[in-house]
């Protein structure tokens, strides 16, 4: 995992490898995979080389991770994918795609608490500053196939759990607890 290129203002933390390590085990076989706030791309990589998933599509807001995001996906990439990066906010991006698996490790501040980076890209990558809860779930319900799952790393906090539910109304919310840390697990409501 040492060979991933990252940005020298942010790294990616054990929280993503251990959703990958979660999800290995679990998740079925994914026909397109859609990693939301992807940075570096870890996890839509890790998961693509080990589900052998043939479509990956990448979702990243930040223009200084756009570099690393590329060069991983030439260097890290291990099996063949059709792959789509997409530089976008989550409330930003439209599209008509569906996806079986989605994931995702968001931001883990919330608006107006834990403290403020200096660097203003830093802060960019580990808070909700662009968009929040209510966008990121709204945009998983619009582009989650009908038998889709989602998977959502995120601090065994239950500020940011509460701020999740608060804001969840379209999708059915399954707790899985690792260790400080929870997955939570998405699926549509509005589907038998």
């Known amino acids: ?22 999800l290995e085990s679990r998740a079925t076989v994914s026909s397109h995979l859609l990693d939301l706030g992807a940075g570096s791309g870890v996890i839509g990589i890790e998961l693509c080389n080990r589900l052998k998933c043939p479509n990956l599509t990448l979702l990243e807001a930040q223009d200084d991770f756009l570099p690393f995001l590329k060069a991983n996906v030439e260097e890290q ?26 994931v995702c490790n968001p931001p883990y501040y919330l608006k107006g608490h834990g403290q403020a980076a200096t660097d203003k890209r830093k802060n960019m990558a580990r808070s909700f500053v662009e968009d929040e809860w209510a966008v990121l779930l709204k945009l ?22 509460s701020e999740a539910q608060k804001a969840n109304s379209n ?11 929870l997955i939570l697990e998405l699926s549509r409501l509005d589907v038998d």
């Open 77 to 102: 990439l291990k099996v063949s994918t059709k792959v789509k990066i997409i530089h976008q906010t989550f409330g930003g991006w439209k599209t008509d795609d569906q996806f079986d698996l989605i």
């Open 1 to 22: 995992m040492n060979d991933y290129r990252q940005p020298d203002f942010y790294r990616f933390n054990e929280d993503s490898l251990k959703l990958v390590s979660w």
């Open 140 to 161: 998983v319900h619009q582009v989650m196939a009908s038998k889709g799952k989602a998977y959502f790393v995120i601090k065994n906090d239950i500020k940011i759990l």
């Open 171 to 181: 999708l059915k919310l399954i707790m899985h607890e690792i260790g400080n840390l």
